[in-house]
């Protein structure tokens, strides 16, 4: 319980609530949406039987999206459809939230607020001062205000002493209970595991063109390729204005070297020195200070082709020399993919498929992950199924694949069926595993609060705790399969816990499983009240209906 919650504790002020909520989609953008022209009599539905008003709807909107900048440093955007999704369940229990903090009286005063809102911005500016009027225009151009600002920020606050006031008795904790969990978290064991891994098995698979055809007629859908677009665009990378970004910040070295003592290497995997670490915050630092001037340009350049009527589409390349810039032209690529070769979120992709050839030739700026792009429509083309002969190596490797990982796992049941009686008979699981031609992996001592353990793929550690912890000290572990494969945990013992080191850890310890103890009871006390807060938002339900439909 402590271990799973301790991988996920490091949140600013942005109070996540896992709750299981109808699955509700719906996109509005800035301050009046995409139904900004639509009729004030659209219900926005009710929470605890009081109707949701626009107006509060849109504050609960902007507050999450203000959320999402201060938690993940990037604004909001809907690249996906489950993004979306979430993105309305968390303004309805927003709302809710909010509901909450009135009714039990929670108000927060402004010299409070204003403290917060100092270290928030602190933190956004990556260690320095942010010039107030600076993020006044950011917030402007993500469609917020700093009234949003306020509002977010007071109720952040109030949801933190309403997370205190209701979590208070979960709070109750006695030394023994502290100790218990302790040695549940930091008792460590001996083990040793055999991963059965696909990659090993690969050699034994034999092809035949049969086996090849077979499989292809068998898995034709999955070698369908979808509706794809191609758009010609034309590029403003950052890097061009780090001159002058590097000219105007006359602290950049403070920020640098602010930001590494903060975030160390551990930010970078790829950086193997404080040098190294210290230039990807530089470039980051940077990055986000030319995208305003790459923006402006854009903007600037895209203004006349959205003349009325445009500029017709045969003229882009024209237009774009004229301005001393170079057109390119994508790859063709889907709805679900950004193109190849452009570091660009799925939202390139969605307004890619929203351009048509005479009603929308062109979109506005999109921003990338290293440059702004203008793009404009360039080819359709139809969903298609690719012949054989022309993905035969792609089928091939495939059918390998599948066939390795039955393989794999097959070879980890029958181990495991052995296993057993050869321990019954005195044998060591080495030399179970020696007859099976197996080799196991010996692990250095890990626990249930273990991140890492050394030669274990990250994707199978939880299971390998899982199994290591319900398996006794001298036994083998039932086989599982994992998506890797599969693996079987032999636990040698467990071994002793270190006295001394439980005492010394244990008044930090005993706080922390307290703020744990609050915030569960707090989440079981809001899954309550969210049941019975009965939601209804008939505009989303009418979203959820047109989804169905779509996958029926």
Known sequence: MIGTIRRHQQWLWAIIITLTIASFVIFMGGRGGQNGGASRDVSFGSVAGDKVSREEYLNARNEVLLQILFSTGQPFKDQTERARMELEQRIYVRLLMIKKEDEFGVKVTSDKAGQFATRMMQQFGHGSQVNPEDFRKFLEQQGLTFEDLDRFIRHELGMQELMSTVGLTGALITPQEAQELYRRERQEVSAEAIFFSPSNYLDEVKVTPEAIGQYYSNQVANYRLPERVQVAFVEFPYTNYFPKVEKEITNLTEIVNANYERMGTNQFKDAKTPEEAKAKIKEEVLKRNAAVYAKREANQFATPLFDNPPLPLQKFTQYAESNKMNVAVTAPFSKDEPPKGLDVGLDFARAAFNLSPTDAPYAQPIEGRDAIYVIAFSKRLPSEIQPLDQIRDKVTMNYKLGQAMFKARKAGMDF???????????????????????????????????????????????????????????????????????????????????????????????AYARQVREREAFDTWFRKEFERAHIDAPFLKQQQEAMSKRAG
């Open 416 to 510: 495991w069926l052995s296993v057993s009686n050869t321990l019954a008979q005195g044998k060591t699981f080495d030399a179970a595993a020696a007859e099976a031609k197996l080799k196991p992996v010996h692990l250095p001592p890990f626990s249930q609060s273990s991140e890492e353990v050394t030669n274990v793929d990250p994707a199978e550690l939880e299971t390998l705790k899982q199994l290591a912890f319900t398996t006794a000290p001298g036994k083998a572990s039932t086989f599982r399969s994992t998506r890797e494969g599969g693996l079987i945990v032999y636990v040698k013992e467990k071994l002793p816990m270190d006295e001394a080191k439980m005492k010394q850890d244990m008044p930090q310890f005993i």
